[in-house]
């Protein structure tokens, strides 16, 4: 079947930790669901109808000013769910990504033939040149990384590929002080339909001083935003999760 997929670029993924490898599993197999999914359940957010999630993905990518912007490369792309809805919010965007799951890539370009994907490791994105984007975003990947020093290498990766005058987002990350809250939130939601958790790894959760400490370091103006300042209050983690966005 890869033979049909002209848009796909393959790459060596290797990251050791086995906490990784254990989320990599749980997304491979999110990706063997049926094509008849909806992207952003197979993203993790099925607690969320389509509106709900549009609606998401409207509030949270308004920072990014894309009407101005031209290209857009996406830090674990994953379904492709995310940057779905930002081509029917901005059709004149040009956007590519990369994520470790193939089966996720594959049911992104199956849907979308012209969906531009690399398979690989977002905390070394080498294979995509220097201020090549203008716009470089991550919704909801942070969490699953192992520690902070990966997440550094992440956000190393993204300055390093922004343009010289480009914004980076990093989406739907969640605070540290909040966690055991955001964990009832979640079952709260599962509940409502009827629906039970499968045993998962814990999520790495950061504190917003991190990203703070990372815009100072690398003359990066800084704005982060709660999800309830963004009216996402739907969204059952909108209380205790934030987003990021650095600018030139």
Known sequence: MYNMILCLAVLLYIIPDSYSITWKS??????????????????????????????????????????KAN??????????????????????????????????????????????????????????PSASYDRVISFSVFEYLPSESHARQALHEMGRILGPTGIIM?????????????????????????RHASETPPHLHIHPNFFKL?????????????GKELGIEFYYNAGYSYCVYFSR
Do not use: C
């Open 71 to 128: 290209r857009l490369f996406e830090f674990g792309v994953g379904s492709s769910a995310y940057t779905t809805q930002l081509k029917k919010l901005y059709p004149h965007l040009n956007i590519a990504g990369v994520d470790y799951s193939e089966t996720l890539v594959r049911q992104a370009v199956l849907r979308d033939p012209k969906t531009h994907v690399f398979i690989g490791d977002i905390t070394n994105t080498s294979f995509v």
């Open 214 to 226: 990372y815009g100072e370091q690398n003359n990066l103006s800084t704005k982060i935003i709660s």
């Open 26 to 67: 749980i997304w491979e197999a999110k990706g063997l669901e049926s094509s008849a999914t909806p992207l952003h359940a197979l993203a993790g957010y099925d607690a969320l109808s389509q509106q709900q999630w549009n609606m998401l993905v409207e509030k949270t990518s308004s920072h990014l000013l894309l009407a």
């Open 170 to 194: 990093v989406g739907d990350v969640r605070h540290p002080e909040q966690h055991h809250v955001v964990h009832e939130k979640r079952e709260e939601a599962r509940k409502k339909q009827k």
